[in-house]
């Protein structure tokens, strides 16, 4: 009997068993990569910022705007290559946040230039830039309320009050993966143009976002455009995107660091189930196991037999983890996307699959030591007297 | 009925396994019961932060104070309704208030979004539960602010004599005030008058009106929503706190049901692992106990109570673990309200009996199975094992 088939007949012993803890294992795989994948979340806007984009802010908080004339003196400045703005807009669908997502007015003929991650059909483009109430929408969002080109879209402001219409001119698409597609912006004269906004809530801009010529002197330029209006009324922060991203997850710290408490206690979770099958396994084999000895197994080779047992425990477990892990991150998205708005794409990262099939290999590998040992440890003489 | 000593006797003879299966319990329950305190510290701390005598008054549509806008003329005409209350002075409870957020730095670098509420004369005295606990309340028409005492410590110049720097000017804190550990505790209090001319907020965010009941509540909502001089829409103050933190606290309960519900599958397989371990090992046992008179039935309540002790005892294991996190304090930020409220773990009796119940119901659901087996065994080949 090679030694392959012995450990293959020891993992079938008691095949009810086995399934049961392949099933525990997988279970707390499947959370595991959950957990993480909602961690990644939290970072989602960090990972997909670019390094060669800045983002302008009013220095006493986002919610304070800044002028609209900040534009051409930002724009002048040497190393920047582009310059758009931003502002939240805030609008909801009915009286309620059901139904959420996130919607800016931008200036449209500048905004693909800075975010070259979207892109849309040129005819499309060009309509979003020729209609003051223009609207283009990801695509991810889209098909979630099934608009398409030409639809009229009335949003029911939040910060601007009133209803506001909106024509649907074009869908966007990502260049890109990490592209979130389901953002809804709109032309920035609709909303700066409208009787209903009052004057003082004019020729404002939420965020100014730069994009430099050169990565390596993006904190020169941050310097110089925080320098320039350091003593005007309405002074800057400038940092990289990744930088503002990163100031959001920094507020939210707590709830990532429970997130990541939990998922290790998911791994500690599988050991327990783990190590306890091993360790019933190896204690009802003590006889088998002597007599392996007996028969001139080395003792390094009976902790292999037991490791190996293990080890494919799981991974059996790991695979199966994998298999079911999409659609409970699925099944995630759909309950909150009503009132946190939809998860974008592809955010399970293969990443956190390899790490979590890792992290059940070396669990199970963990778990598997201790009876591995045991069994090792008894004389063999007493292990042939001993009965289960 | 096999007596329950027998079982306690038997989980004790295996205890290696005995004690893994409640430890893996046990961290099931603890993650189930500490996600249920989160969440409802989460929704009394932004709850706390209301009378049902004292409603808010937002522009109507506005989901909260910080998209909200009130003009200067409401708030006088909203003092002359007769179910305001007066003060001491016999002025009306009334305050227009103004709220902001506030970027203050935090050590290392980070800042943290805080909410700068401006106040009228008012303020305190139509919010009884807002005490001052050192120094004293800040004057009207100076930049003196007061701190809740869960921003204490948290940026570098937020202690008592501290002084904060935004908006371009400066900020000394000259009291510290305590809100039964309501929203307000994570809010910083100036006076609105001078925070309005430096954020350049002409409008009131909200009002605050202390009517003389409660009773007169759901009469003044209406008068208010029905009032043609603006549109306006009151609310009771603990409704509109309550709003605020529903997403957060939904946010975590969601996930955290979750969690624990993939978890308790581990669990209770884990616990079905055991206990059909316990029955495999036992057979000649079980068949002793069918040989000398006890029922089918008897074994099988024995082998799910059995199971039921472990899950139990897992149960009061997490209890234990999750009440020992009630000394832990959390900041993070509401998407709501975008600003940062602190708030422990609060546990409630519901939550622990209900921890105790999920861990023997686990334990319960997990020996089901391994008791039909041991309930089946016919006599003869038990005996014969």
């Known amino acids: 009997m090679t030694f392959g088939r012995l450990v293959w007949r020891d993992l079938l012993r008691n095949p009810l068993r086995l399934g049961l803890t392949i099933l525990a294992g997988a279970v707390g795989v499947t959370a595991f990569i959950f957990l993480r994948t909602v961690i990644d979340l939290f970072y989602f806007g960090a990972e997909a910022a670019q390094v060669d984009r800045l983002i302008v802010r009013n220095k006493v908080s986002i919610t304070q705007p800044l002028p609209l004339s900040y534009y051409a003196r930002i724009a002048a400045l040497p190393g920047v290559t582009a310059i758009t703005h931003q502002e939240w807009f805030g609008g909801t669908l009915g009286e309620t946040q059901k139904d959420f997502f996130a919607n800016f007015a931008v200036d449209a003929s500048t905004f693909l230039e800075v975010f070259p991650e979207f892109t849309a059909p040129s005819g499309q483009l060009s309509a979003f830039r020729s209609d003051p109430c223009g609207a283009l929408i990801g695509d991810k969002l889209a098909r979630r309320f099934g608009w398409k080109p030409g639809d009229r879209v009335t949003l029911k402001g939040q910060i601007y009050p ?209 009876p591995a040992l045991r069994a090792v440890r008894l004389p063999v003489a007493e292990g042939l007297r001993k009965v289960a | 009925m096999v007596p329950l000593f027998y079982n306690a006797r038997s989980l004790w003879a295996r205890r290696l396994s005995t004690g893994l299966t409640v430890l893996g319990l046990g961290l099931v329950v603890f993650v189930f019961s ?40 409401a708030v006088r005409v909203l003092a002359t309704d007769p179910a305001v209350a007066s003060g001491p002075d016999g002025a009306p409870l009334v305050a227009g208030e103004l709220v902001v957020l506030v970027a203050l730095p935090r050590d290392g670098g980070q800042a943290m979004n805080t909410t700068a509420r401006g106040v009228g004369p008012q303020s305190f005295a139509a919010r009884p539960e807002v005490r001052l606990v050192s120094g004293r309340a800040p004057r009207p028409g100076t930049n003196e602010v007061a701190l809740g005492s869960a921003l204490v410590g948290t940026s570098p110049e937020a202690t008592l004599g501290g002084e904060l720097r935004f908006a371009q000017q400066r900020w000394p804190v000259v009291g510290v005030f305590e809100a039964r550990a309501g929203a307000f505790e994570s809010e910083l209090w100036g006076d609105a008058s001078r925070l309005g001319s430096a954020f350049g907020r002409p409008e009131y965010s909200s009002a605050l009106v202390r009517l003389r009941s409660a009773e007169d509540m759901d009469a003044f909502v209406r008068r208010v929503g029905e009032d043609a001089r603006f549109t306006l829409e009151a609310k009771p103050e603990p409704r509109y706190w309550a709003d605020q933190a529903s997403g957060l606290a939904t946010f975590i309960r969601v996930l955290g049901l979750f969690v624990s519900f993939v978890f308790s599958v581990g669990a209770v397989l884990g616990a079905m692992i055991t206990m059909y371990a316990q029955v495999a090992t036992r057979i000649a046992e079980l068949g002793m106990l069918r040989a000398v008179g006890f029922r089918r039935r008897s074994v099988l309540a024995s082998v799910v109570v059995e199971s039921a002790m472990l899950g139990a005892a897992g149960g009061v294991l997490g209890a234990l673990g999750a009440l020992a996190t009630r000394w832990i304090h959390i900041r993070t930020l509401n998407f709501q309200t975008f600003a940062e409220v602190s708030f422990g773990f609060t546990p409630t009796p519901g939550i622990v009996v209900g921890a105790l119940l999920f861990g023997t119901l686990m334990g319960l659901v997990g020996g089901l199975l391994p008791a039909l087996r041991a309930a089946r065994l016919s006599i003869l080949d038990a005996l014969r094992a």
Do not use: H
Not at chain 1, 183 to 211: M, T
Not at chain 1, 224 to 252: C, H, W
Not at chain 2, 39 to 68: F, H, M, Y
């Open chain 2, 34 to 73: 500490a996600v249920l305190m989160l969440a409802n510290g989460i929704e009394s701390a932004l709850a706390a932060g209301g009378d049902p005598a004292n409603a808010v008054i937002l522009r109507k549509g506005a989901t909260g104070e910080l998209v909200s806008a009130v003009e200067r003329d």
């Open chain 1, 162 to 370: 009133g209803d506001w219409t909106f024509n649907v001119r074009g869908i966007y698409t990502g260049t890109r993966p990490g592209a979130d597609t389901t953002l809804f912006v709109f032309s920035y004269p609709c909303l700066n143009e409208s009787a209903q906004l009052p004057e003082a809530a004019k020729d404002q801009a939420g965020i100014y976002a730069v994009r430099v010529d050169d990565p390596a002197r993006s904190g020169e330029v941050a310097a110089a455009i925080d320098g320039m209006f350091a003593n005007s009324p309405y002074p800057t922060k400038t940092e990289s995107e990744r930088a503002f991203q990163l100031g959001f997850v920094a507020m939210s710290s707590a709830i990532v660091t429970a997130i990541r408490v939990v998922s290790t206690v998911i791994l500690l979770i599988i050991l327990l189930v783990i190590g306890n099958t091993l360790a019933m396994g190896v204690r009802e084999r003590t006889r088998d196991l002597a007599t392996l000895r007996a028969m001139g197994f080395r003792p390094g080779k009976v902790v292999l037999l037991v490791l190996a047992e293990s080890a494919v425990i799981g991974l059996a477990a790991a695979a199966l983890g994998v298999l079911a892990a999409p659609s409970l991150v699925n099944g995630f998205a759909r309950l909150i996307a009503s009132q946190f708005g939809q998860l974008p794409d592809n955010v399970m990262q293969v990443r956190t699959l390899v790490l979590s099939v890792l992290a059940a290999l070396a669990v199970s590998l963990l778990a598997g030591a201790v």
